[in-house]
């Protein structure tokens, strides 16, 4: 599996980003995917996650309400509306999928990363 995310830049604080992450390679075995972000100094940290068929998520509490995930499993695409963004917002953020190959062996992939910066 592969992952290609898209969409970061700058934006001032109130503003809006719209990232994307595109998958390709064994994408039928991939199941949960999710948003990570880390910013310089700090750990790498879960922004949202969804589930195989979009019909669960969770959200850190520093987001709710502002950003939404979303994925289109035709186009083997995951998303992450961005609103309201604030400086503390900036980082590096980074696409995650879980990907059970032949059903028994579970497997985490990363993309390269996209960076998000937000100025007051």
């Known amino acids: 599996v592969q992952l290609v995310e898209s969409g970061g830049g700058l934006v001032q604080a109130g503003g809006s980003l719209r990232l994307s992450c595109a998958a390709s390679g064994s994408t039928f075995d991939i199941n949960t995917m999710g948003w990570y972000r880390q910013a310089p100094g700090k750990q790498r940290e879960l922004v949202a996650a969804i589930t195989g068929g979009g019909g669960s998520t969770n959200y850190a509490d520093s987001v709710k309400g502002r950003f939404t995930i979303s994925r289109d499993n035709a186009k083997n695409t995951m998303y992450l509306q961005m609103n309201s963004l604030k400086p503390e917002d900036t980082a590096v953020y980074y696409c995650?999928?879980?990907?059970?190959?032949?059903?028994?062996?579970?497997?985490?992939?990363w993309g390269q990363g996209t960076q998000v910066t937000v100025s007051s």
């Open positions: 995650n999928a879980e990907a059970l190959h032949y059903g028994l062996d579970l497997q985490n992939y």
